[in-house]
């Protein structure tokens, strides 16, 4: 049996605030564990056939949610993957549920304002339009940090490198499962 081995039993479902890195850290791990990686905003755009940004602005965010939770539910009946979720798909108490039932969830957290310099360098988010990034991100940590403290596991990520949080999120696993990490 190689060492991680017991990581991939399950999906590992990766939740938190836009800019975490759920992707890229998503990206990472799942190389790392040789499992495949799942980003569930591209699964949604490829399912509508069209972008988010498209999505909120022609049918909503309910429709999106709504779209969101049927991918991520037809994801974690598949094989074990690793799954990069929406930051706001986890709001959603079926898909939270789903996630819990299903998957082991791992809440990514970093500091706000690291998290603004992040998201403030790109302009496709559509719940960042014409707003200032740090207030929005401030908005969500109020409204979304009870339901992200469901997770299974916590991660702070701080400003640090990819690599470094894909070994924190792998340590933090093994404590998780009472395995030795070594």
Known sequence: ?????????RTIALVGLMGVGKSSVGRRLANALGLPFRDADAEVEAAAGRSIPEIFAELGEPAFRDGERRVIARLLEGPPIVLATGGGAFM??????LIKARALSIWLQADLEVLARRVGRKDSRPL???KDPLEVLRAQAEAR???YAEADIAVETGD???????????????????????
């Open 128 to 130: 960042l339009a014409g």
């Open 160 to 182: 640090t490198a990819h690599h470094i949080t894909v070994g924190q999120v792998i340590d933090a696993m093994f404590k998780h499962l009472g395995e030795p990490a070594e």
């Open 92 to 97: 959603n108490p079926e898909t939270r549920a």
């Open 1 to 9: 049996m190689d060492r991680y081995e017991p990581l991939r039993r």
């Open 145 to 147: 940090y009870p339901a």
